[in-house]
């Protein structure tokens, strides 16, 4: 069995499906406004073109952010996968995952927007951004994988 759960950009004020609609008409309303400024640039601007150039490439950096932030299958998404081998986080987009065995993995204090794994030689310590509904979800899956594993789980 295996659960996967995006965290999203950080910004809990908003829901991933809102989030990835505002950047997807962002990037559009950006590449169109660029587009149309090199279509009615009629004497050459260098400040104008410039700023059509700036608008096109914003487009496609929020564009290329929707995608790449919030999809399941996008390996640079910060997510939680969990599976019955191990648990492993990606808490940024230029951060490495971080993975953690369940059979390594002694006891878990769950915290707000974190937790932390007591493992056989250390603990390991992880605190995520995400909006209150997905941190729940996330807690509640650990909880339940912990306790088919026999791993004590404490707070949260």
């Not at 608008?55 to 950096?61: F, K, V």
């Not at 997905?134 to 994988?145: G, H, L, Q």
Request: glycine share 8%; hydrophobic share 50%.
């Amino acid at each position: 069995m295996e659960k996967t759960f995006l965290l999203g950009p950080g910004n809990g004020n908003f829901s991933l499906k809102a989030q990835r609609l505002l950047n997807f008409a962002l990037g559009f309303m950006f590449i169109a406004q660029g587009a149309f400024s090199f279509a009615r640039e009629s004497p050459f601007s260098l400040f104008t073109t410039l700023l059509a150039f700036a608008q096109i490439l914003g487009g496609c950096l929020f564009l290329f952010f929707g995608f790449s932030m919030m999809s399941k299958s996008s390996r640079f998404a910060p997510k939680v996968k969990l599976n019955n081998d191990h648990i492993e986080f990606r808490l940024g987009f230029f951060q490495a995952n971080v993975s953690i065995k369940w059979h390594d993995v002694r006891a878990i204090d769950l915290h707000s927007y974190g937790m932390t794994f007591r493992l056989a030689e250390s603990n390991r310590a992880i605190d995520y951004k995400t909006s209150p509904k997905i941190s729940i979800k996330v807690k509640e899956a650990i909880r339940e994988f912990a306790e088919a594993k026999g791993i004590v789980v404490a707070a949260g």
